[in-house]
RNA sequence: UGGCACGUAGCUCAGUGGUAGAGCGCCGCCUUGACACGGCGGAGGCCGGCAGUUCAAUCCUGCCCGUGCCAACCA
């Protein structure tokens, strides 16, 4: 015959190195895989074999951190399988530069500020800023330049970026890369825009809008946040207008006083019902202020009336609104109070001289100072609304805690400024919005709750424009009239040929640039996008949604949206709301969340508190395998400690996997199908793994799926079957050729299965060891190419007489091991004689695997003893008797 | 105040309607021809509390307590 000469594809373990090198192997690997283009998407097959990705694009200015390894690794976990099991994996990345963090990380750089009326500097010469240079004050840098600024910082930043990436592993197909400041996302942002437009959906309107005094921009409602703050109740004393009535009104704002428009109160409130209809006059300023009911107001708050300014809060707004009521704007963009004169149609005053003398006092102060000192002015008796009533204030103010809300970026409470933006309606979609949110399957489940309650909550049109500079311009110019006002209802928006443009530089179609600015003529919009109207196109930005109608029908909807869960109310509710109103699609199929990382206290990591770990050094203490497999044990949405003693176990199961392959690659035996019982009941219980563990990959459960292959691994292979079939597998057994090539043989299937299995968690050691042997036994250079195990791959293996043969021969093994360790003898002394008793049940199962167990535990010489007593499938060992120990 | 999640060994976490699991840590032993970056053995838990459903509850239901997140309350 000449087969049974043929040998196993063997190595030379002593030419391995003693340990795994990973950082080496790590750079090795990563130019493997770019240079053979393992993880390319291939745009000419069909979309059924298609697994399309919406990659998180991250924040580039933000600093790389420990959450980046956990959420990405979950991903490319993912994305691992789904090519293994030979779909085309559509894996691109994107850089979120665009928008305030990195304008943010510019100013503070350099030391700069932009100042759009600067003149533009053809060659900048600008470096990182000295701690002397930032006690100074920022130099001053055309929009242009500043702009310039910004690609040269998120150039570096996404430097840092995929170097990580790379690093850990991530099977990102590199060439499907976007920034979604450059052209392509503008252009995809700006068509976009007209889509919305053209479709109805979009308004541009001059109304109080949550507003940042700092960024001195407009902000949205899925961008606030609430904080607690200290604060007080002040009682102010108002007057009646043509009456002596007074009354008592709690605010917590008494700045806004000047502001004052209106008083309400609850129309059932027994209290104030001879009030409606008449006018109050404030305090100080003593404007008349009309009194009115509403149902809104509280008759247990406060004292149950209260004063309406322009603008408190958003229920200001609604009365405002619906009351008609006069608009006394008070503080302005940048947060102090505006210089205003009282005694005119505006600001009416009983006193004019009086008011004005006291809003001197606090006109251009902050808001914080303002309230200060007008406290003060409450005290004075002449302040008082009407003759004779005192002083204002009633009582010392009283501190409470209150939530205010916060630009999630800002270190100041928001204003409501009137001004002009942009607004896409969906407070009219409301119910729409929730069908597609439902057609998406959300991993975990629970999480679409936080989808439903966000969309559920919605109270505002979502504000797009936002007044500043690094972002995607918004496409439109407005006519001016004869005068030179805009006219904001006759937008032009630029063709979407056109597009992208920058209207402060491009001119609308019609026009030239001489009529820029000029009566009759046109001006351009200069604010930009928010950037959340960018990346919520990130499924069309890769599908090249309006440009490529084929290779949009491939890679649209996507099929899963990885992300974390704080961002379900901003970036997938967007992306969602996109999807819609674009195609009434939605995005993608499933989205898959991630938990966020607490330090290893279980606290929520954050910058001020100083517990946020970075990625790197954590990578070179544990490999990137160790790294991701930290990652990989966190279930999806499950909030997880970074703890290093996980990383630890991750690197510990890369080196045992390493060792393990170094064993099985280097026997040497000839070529012989798997026939002995205990390598058929291994490879029998090697099949249920493979079932289980694609299962929970199917389930999205890649924490089950990782568990069960490492406990597999570990207990199963490496543990017992490993040490059962070694002695046999070196040919010392005594047994013949076929013996032994049959070890040799499962040993390496369940080698190169475990390899598989792990090659998704595990990429890198998984490719060292599949390199040494299997890629060219299996012609597939790389494991991550390699087929995905399935059970149809065992299905030429002969089963065994019963699967238990293999639980049967490790309960004795463990048994005589339970006997050494309690004897105290290494586990490699020879056995001189023993005794296994069991029940003859068991005893008999024993007979087919019981020459491996004796050659693994080096017994010479056994007696067998049928003993009803022992429990079934357990064995007890008795009347050991060791070799003495060699010398 | 409401919604969601979580509460299991010292720590980090799995898990199941039928006698409770892993890793780390701890204790004892073993320098074994893949691996001391190992191996063997062991100790350690009224599965947050109280009720209910069930033959049987750590698991299902209700209430309570604690933790976290989200949202509301913001005069």
Redesign the pocket.
Known sequence: MGTDKLQFRSID?SKLP???DAPEAEQRWDRFWEERAIFAWDPNRPRDETFVIDTPPPTVSGSLHIGHVFSYTHTDVLARYKRMKGLNVFYPMGWDDNGLPTERRVQNYFHVRCDPSAPFEEVLEVEPASAKQRKSHPRLVSRPNFIELCERVTVEDEKAFEGLFRRLGLSIDWRQQYATIDRHCRLISQRSFRDLYEKGHLYNRDAPTAWDVDFQTAVA??EM??R?RP?A??HVEFAVEGDTGRFV?????PELLPACVGV???PDDPRYQDLFGKNAVTPLFRVPVPIFPSE????????????VCTF????DVQWWREEGLALRQLIGRNGTLMPVAFGNDEFPSADADAANRYYAEIAGKGVNQARKLIVELLRDPDGAAAVGGGAPLQAEPEP?E????FYEKGDRPLELVPTRQWFVRLLDKQSALLAKGEQVQWH?K??Y??FR??TE?L?ADWCISRQRYFGVPIPVWYRLDESGVPDYDGVLVAEPERMPVDPTTDVPTGFDEGQRDQPGGFTGESDIFDTWFTSSLTPQIGSHWSLDAERHGKLFPADIRPQS??II?TWAFYTIAKAMLHEDEIPWRHVVISG?V?D???K?MSKSQGNVLTPMPLIEKFTADGARYWSA???L?????A?E??F??G??LA??LF??G??VL?QTAEVHPVQTELDRAFVAKLRGLIERVTASFEDF?H??AL?DTE?FF??HF???Y??LA?TRA?GEAGDGEAERGSAVASLRLGLDVLLRLFAPFLPYISEEVWSWAFAVEKGESSIHRAAWPSAAELDGFDAPATEASFDVAVACW?AI??A???S??????EVEALTIAADAETLAGLEPVLGDVLAATRCRAHTLAADASVEAGSFAVREVRFAP?PD
Do not use: Y
């Not at 009104?249 to 704002?253: F, G, M, S």
């Open positions: 373990p003693k340990h795994f409602q899925a946040e609430e607690s604060g109740f002040h009104i709690a605010t917590t704002r309400t109160a609850h809104l107001a509280d008759p247990e708050k406060g004292t149950g009336i209260l004063m408190g809060d958003q229920t409470i209150h939530n205010v809300k975990p629970f999480m709750s936080r309650d966000w909550g109270n869960h704080e109310r966020w607490l290893p206290d279980r929520k044990s966190a279930r949405g499950t909030d997880t400690a703890d003693k996980v630890k176990v690197k510990r080196t045992k060792n393990a170094k064993f280097g459960n924490a089950q568990s406990a570990w207990t490496t543990d017992s490993l040490e070694k070196r463990n091991n339970k050494k360790a309690d105290e003898v290494s586990m490699g002394r120990k």
